[in-house]
């Protein structure tokens, strides 16, 4: 049975930094891809950052890029996002998830990941 478990939100000023965590289980995938998304209240799942293939390639949303990165520790199974520079726009319930079909295809498309977290809440107040 997978499981993903998020960690590391929060509530932090503008410009401040968080690191979120996923720690998989029962998943041992590493190449294929893992991605964080994020959902604002009335908002869709938008891709934040995605990672996969053995050499470990890396997408960032332009609205996330420079201030963003996504990283895997496949020795520990876990995959992190650090947040740096965080904007009021950034508020949102973030989520790990893991395994694409189709990987690398879609791999920013919140409709081709098979397992989820539950989510960790990011809020940045201004």
């Known amino acids: 049975q997978v499981q993903l478990v998020e960690s590391g939100g929060g509530s932090v000023q503008a410009g401040g930094s968080l690191r979120l965590s996923c720690a998989a289980s029962?998943?041992?995938?590493?190449?294929?891809?893992m991605g964080w998304f994020r959902q604002a209240p009335g908002k869709g799942r938008e891709g934040v950052a995605t990672?996969?293939?053995?050499?470990?390639?890396?997408w960032h949303a332009d609205s996330v890029k420079g201030r963003f990165t996504i990283s895997q520790d496949n020795a520990k199974n876990t995959v992190y996002l650090q947040m740096n520079s965080l904007k009021p726009e950034d508020t949102a319930m973030y989520y790990c998830?893991?395994?694409?079909?189709?990987?690398?295809?879609?791999?920013?498309?919140?409709?081709?990941?098979?397992?989820w977290g539950q989510g960790t809440q990011v809020t940045v107040s201004s």
């Open positions: 998830a893991a395994y694409n079909p189709v990987c690398p295809v879609l791999h920013d498309s919140a409709d081709m990941y098979t397992y």
């Open positions: 029962g998943y041992t995938d590493s190449s294929n891809c």
């Open positions: 990672i996969y293939g053995s050499g470990g390639t890396t």
